[in-house]
């Protein structure tokens, strides 16, 4: 059980905006950054966006974060075959003293 | 170009021993915190332990604390993760991951994986 909830799979058609959800607490999203990651099978993760909506160079437009209370957000638009992918959020959480991470989502690009 | 490569997993019996070990390059090793996070098969990322630059007050998981210890020797570019008593629940792929801060306090800011190391527990 993932102190944050995603929901285990998402789709979309290539061209569709798709959001993916990620729920927690007053003690990780509420007080904290939120950061996001995506994985293709069999690969390592890669940050996608961190500090709730910010982008590391490299990454497109078409991925966007936001924060609101103690839930965030990652919607992708101009969905595209090569995202299909699983993406995890995270965040620091204050009453764990750690880092925790939701259990994934996996997206399949119909 | 930042490179980190995770070394020392393998199969070991429940109960035993494993030291993981992480070369970096391509970067000022001894400038940034370090980060352990795992991943059992199917499931998703787990936080492991943390610790910063200098490679004091290594923070940990309560899953694993009080069985693994972490260090880095910044002389060899190189983290390391103990890992004593081992269950089966352990079994997981285990990532190094570099951080843009000296201290991960606060923070979930992996910006560079490793390609993983896979540890399996098992009789």
Known sequence: QSVLAQPPSASGTPGQTVTISCSGSSSNIGSNDVYWYHQLPGTAPNLLIYRNNHRPSGVPDRFSGSKSGTSASLAISGLRSEDEADYHCAVWDDSLSGPVFGGGTKLTVL | ?123
Not at chain 2, 3 to 13: A, D, I, K, T
Not at chain 2, 30 to 45: E, F, I
Not at chain 2, 96 to 117: L, M, V
């Open chain 2, 1 to 123: 170009e930042v490179q980190l490569l995770e070394s020392g997993g393998g199969l070991v019996h429940p109960g035993g021993s494993l030291r993981l070990s992480c070369e970096a390059s391509g970067f000022t090793f001894d400038s940034y915190a370090m980060s352990w996070v795992r991943q059992a098969p199917g499931k998703g990322l787990e936080w492991v332990s943390s610790v910063s630059g200098s490679g004091g007050s290594p923070k940990f998981a309560d899953s694993v604390k009080g069985r693994f210890t972490m260090s880095r020797d910044n002389s060899k570019n190189t983290l390391y993760l103990q890992m004593n008593n081992l269950r089966a629940e352990d079994t997981a792929v285990y990532y190094c991951a570099k951080e843009p801060y000296f201290d991960s306090t606060g923070y979930c800011h992996f910006e560079k994986w490793g390609q993983g190391s896979l540890v399996s527990v098992s009789s």
